[in-house]
Nanobody, 127 residues
Framework: QVQAVESGGGLVQAGGSLRLSCAAS????????MGWFRQAPGKERESVAA????????YYADSVKGRFTISRDNTKNTVNLQMNNLKPEDTAVYYC????????????????????WGQGTQVTVSS
């Protein structure tokens, strides 16, 4: 079982920056992909970014390209999401997710392939 714990959310003005972090702990077998999702009130959960084990592959939703950067540190089992030039429409609960790569190769991974989820951290961007 793997636990994922997010941190770094908060309130920021439009144009500001936030850095989200996620620490994964527990037993994993083999490599794993890590991703960030978000869910705004009344909307479906959507993929924001993903990063492969080696960090060779990254994915960004069109809405965040050029503003968000995902990174990971496998020595610490952490994944970060640097969010710059934030907009009010980025307001949502952000979730960290972990997908085992065992017998899986979809890229970017669809939501249903992620095995473990964090509890979420609120990001609010004021205009």
């Amino acid at each position: 079982q793997v636990q994922a714990v997010e941190s770094g959310g908060g309130l920021v003005q439009a144009g500001g920056s936030l850095r989200l972090s996620c620490a994964a702990s527990g037993r994993t077998v083999g490599t794993y992909t890590m991703g960030w999702f978000r869910q705004a009130p009344g909307k479906e959960r959507e993929s924001v970014a993903a990063i492969s084990w080696s960090a060779r592959n990254t994915y960004y939703a069109d809405s965040v390209k050029g503003r968000f950067t995902i990174s990971r540190d496998n020595t610490k089992n952490t994944v970060n999401l640097q969010m710059n030039n934030l907009k009010p429409e980025d307001t949502a609960v952000y979730y960290c997710a972990v997908r085992s790569d065992l017998r899986r190769s979809s890229w970017p991974p669809p939501l249903y392939e992620y095995d473990y989820w964090g509890q979420g951290t609120q990001v609010t961007v004021s205009s």
